[in-house]
C-alpha cells in the first residue's frame, strides 16, 4: 500500500465518520428536539352562551398546529348542578376536538358540589363519578389520542386515576388533581382526610415526574393543576393552607431541576405569565427563580387560549401568546 493510498484512506474515513457524526447528531435532534406547538385553556364554558363560543373555541384551536390541547379544570360554572348529565355533555364536548385532549380537575366538577345550588352532592361521590367517565383506559379525549400514564398503574396510589403523565419530543407533562376551594381542605372532617390522602399522592407524583424529567435530561417540565395556589400569601393564609405542600414541593423540585420549569393553572381566571418564586415581600426582595414560570390561562367570561410552544432552540424552551378567538 503507498503512502499516497494511506492518506486517501484516512482522509475517507474520517469524511465518513464526520458525515455519520453529523448525522447521527441530526437523528438524535429530530428524535428529541423538535418544535410543537399546544394549547392551554379553563374555567369554560360556564353558560349556553359559552357553549356556543366554545365551539368557536375549538374550530380555532382545531385549524392551528397544536399538537394537543389541555383543559385545567372548571368545565362549569360554580353555581350549577353537578349532574352526571352535565359531565357527560362536557365529555361530548370535548371529543369535537380533533387533537388529543387532556382534562384536570376542578373545584367546580367536585369540591364545590356540596353547594344547595349544585345539588348537595357529596363531593367524595362526585370524584368518582369523574373518574368513571373521564378517564377510562390509558387514551386521552379527541378525535387523535395520545397515551398517558396515569398514577394509578402504582398499586399504592390506585384509585389516583387523573393524576397523569406524558412525555412529547422530550418534554414532560404532568397534570394533578388539585382544586381550588383550598384543596378540598378544612370544611369537613371527611374532606380534610380526602385531601390528606391525595396531598400524598398529588406530592409523591410531582417529585417522580422531576426525578424522570431528570434522568432523562429534559430541557423541561409543564405542571398542570387548576388551583392558583396562592403565591403570594403569607404560608400561615388559610386560604393557603390546602397549597403550602405543594408550594414547597415544587420550589425544593425546581431548584434542582437544570431545565426550566412551568406550572399552568386557572381558577382566578386571570390570565398572567409571571415568576412569583421565591414568595415576594415588602421586607425581603428575593431574587426571582429563573428556571420557573407561572401561567394562568383566560378563564369565564373570556373564552380564548393560549398557544404555547416550544422551542429547543430557546433558552426559555416555553413560549405562551395570547390567542384571541375573533367571533368571541
Not at 435532534?29 to 374555567?43: V, Y
Not at 422530550?170 to 376551594?181: A, D, H, K, L
Not at 425544593?252 to 412551568?262: I, L, N, P, S
Not at 381558577?267 to 428575593?286: A, W
Request: with cysteine.
Amino acid at each position: 500500500m503507498t503512502k499516497k493510498y494511506v492518506i486517501f484512506a484516512l482522509i475517507s474515513l474520517a469524511l465518513i465518520t464526520g458525515f455519520n457524526l453529523i448525522n447521527s447528531v441530526s437523528y438524535a435532534r429530530n428524535l428529541g428536539e423538535k418544535s410543537f406547538e399546544f394549547a392551554l385553556i379553563g374555567d369554560l364554558p360556564y353558560s349556553a352562551e359559552q357553549e356556543a363560543k366554545f365551539s368557536n373555541l375549538v374550530a380555532d384551536i382545531n385549524r392551528s398546529p397544536a399538537a394537543f390541547v389541555v383543559h385545567d379544570g372548571d368545565f362549569k360554572n360554580g353555581s350549577t348542578v353537578c349532574d352526571d348529565a352535565t359531565f357527560v355533555s362536557r365529555k361530548e364536548l370535548f371529543q369535537k376536538f380533533d387533537i388529543p385532549f387532556i382534562l384536570v380537575y376542578g373545584d367546580n366538577e367536585w369540591t364545590d358540589c356540596h353547594r344547595s345550588n349544585n345539588g348537595s352532592y357529596d363531593p367524595v361521590e362526585r370524584l368518582a363519578k369523574l373518574r368513571e367517565i373521564f378517564t377510562q383506559g390509558n387514551q386521552t379525549q379527541g378525535k387523535k389520542t395520545l397515551t398517558l400514564t396515569r398514577q394509578s398503574e402504582n398499586p399504592q396510589f390506585a384509585k389516583y386515576r387523573e393524576n397523569i403523565r406524558w412525555n412529547y419530543q422530550g418534554i414532560m407533562f404532568c397534570g394533578i388533581n388539585m382544586p381550588g376551594s383550598n384543596n378540598n381542605f378544612g370544611r369537613t372532617p371527611e374532606g380534610d382526610q380526602e385531601y390528606a390522602d391525595r396531598n400524598a399522592a398529588n406530592l409523591a407524583w410531582i417529585e417522580e415526574s422531576f426525578a424522570l424529567a431528570s434522568r432523562s435530561n429534559s430541557k423541561g417540565i409543564m405542571l398542570i393543576a387548576q388551583a392558583n395556589p396562592g403565591f403570594e400569601l403569607d404560608p400561615t393564609d388559610k386560604r393557603r393552607s390546602g397549597y403550602n405542600d405543594f408550594i414547597a414541593t415544587l420550589e425544593t423540585e425546581a431548584r434542582k431541576f437544570k431545565g426550566q420549569v412551568v406550572f399552568v393553572h386557572g381558577d382566578t381566571h386571570y390570565f398572567r405569565i409571571d415568576k412569583p418564586l421565591p414568595r415576594f415581600t415588602d421586607e425581603t426582595q428575593l431574587p426571582r427563580m429563573q428556571n420557573f414560570t407561572r401561567v394562568e390561562t383566560f378563564g369565564s367570561p373570556n373564552v380564548h387560549w393560549l398557544r404555547a410552544s416550544y422551542d429547543p432552540q430557546n433558552p426559555n424552551v416555553f413560549e405562551f401568546k395570547q390567542q384571541i378567538v375573533p367571533q368571541n
